[in-house]
T-cell receptor, first 115, second 112 residues
């Protein structure tokens, strides 16, 4: 298996622009997670899905952030409009089932820079 | 407020030596505690997952311990290798949810 796939790997944009990050989870995994990592705040869970349905989005910082999962093999995280403080590495992860001790498999991340 | 504190913040050791990283938490109710290894420029990789009833869990040269009474965990690395240079992150999950509390990590550098 190719693992969790994220694109793009790097994104540089200007303040005010729309940014869309993409994720393909491991085939057969029912859960998908979006995380953000910064030097200041470390890793944070933004939102997670179960069978394509958003379960908890309490970590989404503002209304500028939105996430969708139209099918089992694809999810997007959109920021509109983007701001410099959104600069971070965004990770997508997936896990097989809903058991709390399931291993989560992380993608390589998208490094976002907002100028 | 749920918190996870890791120490030391950074550590430098010589190849072949052992080391121990610490994690203290105040997460309640407790579900499980995870240790991740994160290489520079990559996503975290799970090393161990421990529930309340588990005291020790090993993964190769990595051994994690958990004391649920004192709310402390440690990650022991035996016979360190250059490839162990990474950030090690402790994560605690609350009971009944996927909402994690992350530590800030320990940055380990192994010198030849």
């Amino acid at each position: 298996d190719a693992g969790v796939i994220q694109s793009p790997r790097h994104e540089v944009t200007e303040m005010g622009q729309e940014v869309t990050l993409r994720c393909k989870p491991i085939s057969g995994h029912d859960y998908l997670f979006w995380y953000r990592q910064t030097m200041m705040r470390g890793l944070e869970l933004l939102i997670y899905f179960n069978n394509n349905v958003p379960i908890d989005d309490s970590g989404m910082p503002e209304d500028r952030f939105s996430a969708k999962m139209p099918n089992a093999s694809f999810s997007t995280l959109k920021i509109q409009p983007s701001e410099p403080r959104d600069s971070a590495v965004y990770f997508c992860a997936s896990s097989p089932t809903g058991h709390s001790t399931d291993t989560q498999y992380f993608g390589p991340g998208t490094r976002l820079t907002v100028l | 407020k749920n918190q996870v504190e890791q120490s030391p913040q950074s550590l430098i050791i010589l190849e072949g030596k052992n080391c121990t990283l610490q994690c203290n938490y105040t997460v309640s109710p407790f579900s499980n505690l995870r240790w991740y290894k994160q290489d520079t420029g990559r996503g975290p990789v799970s090393l161990t997952i421990m529930t309340f009833s588990e005291n020790t869990k090993s993964n190769g040269r990595y051994t994690a311990t958990l004391d649920a009474d004192t709310k402390q965990s440690s990650l022991h690395i035996t016979a360190s290798q250059l490839s162990d240079s990474a950030s090690y992150i402790c994560v605690v999950l609350s009971g009944g949810s996927y909402i994690p509390t992350f530590g800030r990590g320990t940055s380990l550098i192994v010198h030849p």
